[in-house]
């Protein structure tokens, strides 16, 4: 069974410059999750997709940050314009449901310089 | 006060030791998820329970719904189970996701 992918996994940008990473779920996965981790931190949840609808995206810095899940499968998300405190790995993670086994992307690594 | 509270924050074994990671929460909770983070890598969900016992392998996971405390355990240790491990609340009707803190454990030879 495929895992979560996710691209870039690296991606360095300059503030102010905007930048967009996708995610695939798992195949039949309904729920979506995007999360920040900050070095040495746990992750923080930025939006949560029920198929294409969202659920929960009470943390995502709307003024800089979107994401959208079209046709509730693949996912983008975007930030624009970039801060230096962006600096973080983006992990997306399905699920089947909200109350069922969890599974991570690899994370894509983000650096604002 | 965290939600979800783990300990130690970090630990150091050697190769062989039997390993305990505690998890300790002040919600109530429909599952709670063990996780590991390797450094420069995803997250891998290791377990999901609601009640009792789970075991794969050298990790066995339990939970105490009325003491709101979940263990995992790591029997003979060895140096690739050096790693984050992270417990999850899931909580609410939303099914938000809490994290803890993490426990940073490395297993030395």
């Known amino acids: 069974e495929a895992g979560v992918a996710q691209s870039p996994r690296y991606k360095i940008i300059e503030k102010r410059q905007s930048v967009a990473f996708w995610c695939n779920p798992i195949?039949?996965?309904?729920?979506l999750y995007w999360y920040q981790q900050i070095l040495g931190q746990g992750p923080k949840l930025l939006i949560q997709f029920q198929n294409n609808g969202v659920v929960d995206d009470s943390q995502l810095p709307k003024d800089r940050f979107s994401a959208e899940r079209l046709k509730g499968v693949d996912s983008t998300l975007k930030i624009q314009p970039a801060k230096l405190e962006d600096s973080a790995v983006y992990l997306c993670a399905s699920s089947m449901g909200r109350r069922n086994t969890i599974y991570f992307g690899e994370g894509s690594w983000l650096t604002v310089v | 006060k965290n939600e979800v509270e783990q300990s130690p924050q970090n630990l150091t074994a050697q190769e062989g030791e039997f390993i305990t990671i505690n998890c300790s929460y002040s919600v109530g909770i429909s599952a709670l998820h063990w996780l590991q983070q390797h450094p420069g890598g995803g997250i891998v969900s290791l377990f999901m329970l609601s009640s009792g016992k789970k075991k794969h392998g050298r990790l066995i996971a339990t939970i105490n719904i009325q003491e709101k405390h979940s263990s995992l355990h790591i029997t003979a240790s060895h140096p690739r189970d050096s790693a984050v491990y992270i417990c999850a609340a899931l909580t609410g009707t939303a099914s938000k996701l809490t994290f803890g803190t993490g426990t940073r454990l490395q297993v030395t030879l």
């Open positions: 195949s039949g996965h309904a729920t």
